[in-house]
């Protein structure tokens, strides 16, 4: 979103400087997890478009969240809406993650959604949130929309065995595999199989220099993954959620033997009022 000010530094340009970055992916209604995002240092999130409401109204209310908390917004949206694309990027998201990229030509429709001209189609208006309501001028809008993070993803065999073309396009700045989609469209084989595509294509993406962002269940996953060399780990919040109900859920969860559980408070001390 154009800025008042001197502005900071944006995804695109954190990942040029050679950061690594976090973040989660969310469905709404989450307002209020975008804010502890925010609060919990999280670098970005990504609100989930595609298999979450796609309401526009309710997404400015996110954004406006983490606006507040100074986190970056990437949205998810459908296979190949450029309509939604327009509407996610004029109310201020920082990027735009596209689904069921399966080849340079679906990549090179992705970056045209996602860029005014000449690098794209996206259609010109300052007016709305993200142009400051019409307050600044139409040059610095365009020079901070090309800050705009471009992810494609890769789901499918085919998008693999494309995965040179696609990650070669001009304007792609990162790579994410989705794995459960790629593991439905190969029938589901044995996991080997689907980690040996899910590593031709990062290696796909590093060699043209696009970040990796790998999505992941949790924090040991995580620094596998910066291991491996992904730039954007994406945490699944659901994921990471569910695991904790079930490990609260579970028979000794509770089990205080040494004290009662209401007797006092963190580390040791006197037992705060709720």
């Not at 609060?39 to 970005?44: F, H, I, N, T, W």
């Not at 992705?110 to 309501?133: D, I, K, L, N, Q």
Request: charged fraction near 20%; charge should be negative.
């Amino acid at each position: 979103m154009t800025g008042a000010g001197t502005p900071r530094r944006g995804l695109k340009r954190r990942l040029a400087d050679g950061e690594v970055l976090r973040g989660a992916l969310l469905r709404m209604p989450s307002e209020t997890l975008v804010e502890m995002a925010g609060v919990a240092g999280l670098d970005y999130v990504v609100i989930d478009c595609e298999h979450g409401p796609a309401d526009t109204v309710p997404l400015q209310r996110h954004l406006t969240a983490a606006a507040a908390h100074g986190v970056d917004v990437l949205v998810r949206v459908g296979s190949d809406e450029p309509a939604l694309v327009l509407r996610c990027l004029d109310l201020g998201a920082a990027g735009i993650v596209h689904p069921h990229v399966d080849s340079r030509a679906d990549a090179l429709r992705a970056v045209a959604a996602s860029h005014y001209p000449p690098w794209g189609g996206r259609g010109f208006a300052t007016y709305g949130r993200a142009g400051r309501f019409g307050t600044v001028s139409a040059a610095d809008h365009v020079a901070a929309s090309r800050e705009t993070l471009v992810v494609v993803m890769v789901e499918t065999r085919r998008a693999v065995e494309d995965a040179d073309a696609i990650a070669a396009t001009e304007g792609v700045d990162a790579v994410l595999v989705g794995p459960a989609d790629l593991a439905a469209d190969c029938g589901f084989p044995e996991p080997g199989a689907v980690d040996r595509l899910v590593a031709r294509a990062h290696c796909a993406a590093r060699a043209e220099d696009r970040a990796v962002m790998a999505i992941v269940p949790g924090v040991e996953a995580g620094r596998a993954a910066e291991a491996r060399g992904a730039r954007l780990i994406l945490f699944n919040t659901a994921q990471v959620l569910m695991d904790t109900f079930r490990a609260l859920a579970a028979p000794g969860t509770t089990d205080t033997p040494d004290a009662p559980p209401d007797a006092a408070g963190p580390a040791g001390g006197p037992r705060l009022p709720s």
